[in-house]
């Protein structure tokens, strides 16, 4: 079976010039079937299309927020620390992958880095920012437990792309975030929300394969097969299956 090459999008440490990411991700894709390699985070804008043109797929990481200007809004209190230049590369390999319909999983800042790119916006911070409507109780999106720990209910859509992946409505998952979507990006739809409405997937319908969660399956799928099968469908649509 042809092993197919997906780029993975590093953290960028502000002050020692290096870029990082969590082994995790690298595990995950490479036990479906995948080669990983890191991408820069300083290319030259004829480079995005390149890299798109070479590799299979783009896996967009965790990691801080996304600057509030990219979405025309100030950085208000509960905002963390933003990279500009995380933003600008990640935002030209999302449109590259985009012009030529790449696959895309987009985790955690991942998710929110596509949606505004997308046009949409994000809450700053969620218990500063947010609040259930209909009086649901606030949830706990930073948890303070292990990432392998599963510790909140998502609701998942059906028919969507994630249900096809997990098969099942209501799945457990980790939550290590401070920032949500807020208005959703154009092309994208919601297919699932945690029980206070924060929403957890989004997918990019007019394209091949774009999902992104708000959670961290990278840290899941070893214990539950319901989060490896959404590595194992992105690894597939990147071999073109
Ligand atoms: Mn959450």
Same mark, same amino acid.
């Given at each position: 079976?042809?092993?197919?090459?997906?780029?993975?999008?590093?953290?960028?440490?502000?002050?020692?010039?290096?870029?990082?990411?969590?082994?995790?991700?690298?595990?995950? #894709?490479?036990?479906?079937? =995948?080669?990983?390699? *890191?991408?820069?985070?300083? %290319?030259? &804008?004829?480079?995005? +299309?390149?890299? /798109?043109?070479?590799?299979?797929?783009?896996?967009?990481?965790?990691?801080?927020?996304?600057?509030?200007?990219?979405?025309?809004?100030?950085?208000?209190?509960?905002?963390?620390?933003?990279?500009?230049?995380?933003?600008?590369?990640?935002?030209?390999?999302?449109?590259?992958?985009?012009?030529?319909?790449?696959?895309?999983?987009?985790?955690?800042?991942?998710?929110? #880095?596509?949606?505004?790119? =997308?046009?949409?916006? *994000?809450?700053?911070?969620? %218990?500063? &920012?947010?609040?259930? +409507?209909?009086? /649901?109780?606030?949830?706990?999106?930073?948890?303070?437990?292990?990432?392998?720990?599963?510790?909140?209910?998502?609701?998942?859509?059906?028919?969507?792309?994630?249900?096809?992946?997990?098969?099942?409505?209501?799945?457990?998952?980790?939550?290590?975030?401070?920032?949500?979507?807020?208005?959703?990006?154009?092309?994208?739809?919601?297919?699932?929300?945690?029980?206070?409405?924060?929403?957890?997937?989004?997918?990019?319908?007019?394209?091949?394969?774009?999902?992104?969660?708000?959670?961290?399956?990278?840290?899941?799928?070893?214990?539950?097969?319901?989060?490896?099968?959404?590595?194992?469908?992105?690894?597939?649509?990147?071999?073109?299956?």
């Amino acid at each position: 079976m042809k092993k197919v090459l997906i780029a993975v999008t590093p953290g960028l440490s502000q002050g020692e010039g290096r870029y990082y990411t969590s082994a995790a991700y690298f595990d995950a #894709l490479e036990a479906c079937g =995948a080669i990983p390699v *890191l991408v820069s985070m300083k %290319p030259e &804008e004829s480079d995005f +299309e390149e890299v /798109a043109k070479r590799v299979d797929g783009f896996l967009f990481s965790g990691g801080n927020d996304v600057s509030p200007d990219e979405y025309g809004q100030n950085m208000r209190i509960g905002c963390g620390e933003v990279q500009p230049e995380r933003d600008r590369a990640e935002l030209g390999y999302f449109r590259a992958a985009v012009r030529l319909d790449r696959p895309v999983l987009a985790i955690c800042r991942g998710i929110q #880095l596509i949606n505004v790119a =997308a046009g949409g916006t *994000l809450y700053q911070d969620i %218990p500063g &920012e947010y609040r259930a +409507e209909d009086g /649901a109780a606030r949830l706990l999106h930073s948890q303070h437990s292990p990432a392998n720990v599963a510790t909140q209910y998502v609701n998942v859509s059906k028919p969507s792309r994630l249900y096809g992946f997990v098969k099942e409505e209501r799945i457990m998952v980790n939550s290590h975030h401070h920032q949500a979507v807020d208005r959703v990006g154009e092309g994208f739809v919601v297919t699932a929300r945690a029980d206070d409405g924060i929403i957890e997937c989004i997918e990019k319908t007019d394209m091949s394969f774009c999902v992104g969660v708000q959670w961290h399956p990278e840290h899941l799928w070893q214990k539950d097969p319901k989060q490896k099968a959404i590595f194992e469908a992105f690894v597939k649509a990147c071999r073109g299956e």
